[in-house]
């Protein structure tokens, strides 16, 4: 399977699950929306690993592998599920460690501090920094990319690297669409500023991913042995593509809208148009995941 102008629409993993060894899967969106998990896609990911597969979670979380695993437990998504996490947030750990002898500013909320646990970093003002980190809005449910304008300004002045912690640009929680550090950094680059991004859809992380399930499984694994699975175009799908690797795309996640499943079941013509006018394809698509 490769990626397709008109991908296959698939109503569960079950089908094609031989043809891979390995999957790496989204988890906001995927496994939860941020309020509930999906029981069927933790059903999913547990039959595939019993028939001796593997599966990495793939986030672009700003926050370590360790603190998603128990996010996860909260949302009781078993460990059944999956053999081990792969974050932004560890790809972001990653840059700031080479980075210790300089002074950092931070952009985001305090849940997302984790991120510099255990790291001697020293904090500072725009005007005192060497770089900045960005690991989401202060607050997603009121501020838009507007209210960052200023500080933007006073970066650019200076030409500070942006280290995007989650590249994303938009989540769902819940019913509700919120913005994400992604939608930041992008208006910094357009303003003219550097930008590295820590994520999906950048190839380090799918590295990262392959080099963790290799030493866990004692063997590399072929990328044509690799499905993506996730429910952002431009993030999960993009990266699949650019990486050489399938992908599903979950139907039921942040383009629910786009796709009309919010409205009743895929409808294949509808999906095939929409996907018409995507730079990136999936392999396949699904409503939800599931087995």
Not at 263 to 290: C, E, F, N, Y
Request: aromatic share 6%.
């Amino acid at each position: 399977m490769t990626a397709s102008a008109h991908p296959a629409l698939v109503e569960g993993l079950q089908p094609f699950a031989g043809r891979y060894d390995l999957v790496l899967c989204d988890v906001w969106g995927v496994l939860h929306n941020g309020i509930e998990a999906y029981e069927a896609a933790s059903e999913a990911l547990t039959r595939f690993r019993q028939r001796g597969g593997q599966v990495v979670l793939v986030s672009n979380a700003p926050r370590p592998g360790a603190a998603i695993m128990t996010q996860l437990d909260g949302f009781k998504v078993p460990r059944a599920a999956y053999d081990a996490v792969v974050t932004s947030g560890d790809l972001t750990r990653l840059a700031i460690q080479e980075r210790l002898d300089k002074v950092m500013h931070h952009i985001g909320p305090p849940r997302d501090m984790p991120v510099y646990e255990g790291l001697p970093v020293r904090f500072g003002s725009i005007a005192e920094a060497d770089y900045v980190v960005c690991t989401g809005f202060d607050n997603d449910e009121t501020e838009t990319v507007a209210d960052y304008r200023p500080r933007l300004e006073a970066m650019l002045e200076r030409g500070l690297l942006m280290v995007c912690a989650n590249p994303d640009l938009v989540v769902e929680r819940g019913p509700v669409i919120l913005p994400c550090a992604g939608a930041i950094a992008l208006a910094y680059e357009e303003m003219g500023g550097p930008a590295f991004y820590a994520g999906k859809p950048h190839g380090p992380v799918y590295d990262r991913a392959l080099s963790v399930a290799a030493e866990l499984s004692g063997r590399p694994v072929a990328k044509e042995r690799v499905l993506a699975i996730g429910d952002a175009i431009r993030t999960d799908i993009a990266g699949a593509m650019g990486f050489g690797i399938d992908s599903l795309l979950v139907a039921r996640g942040i383009h629910g809208e786009e796709l009309g499943v919010h409205h009743g079941p895929l409808v294949s013509q509808h999906v095939q148009d929409w996907i018409g006018r995507q730079s990136a394809k999936p392999t396949a698509i699904t409503d939800v995941l599931s087995w």
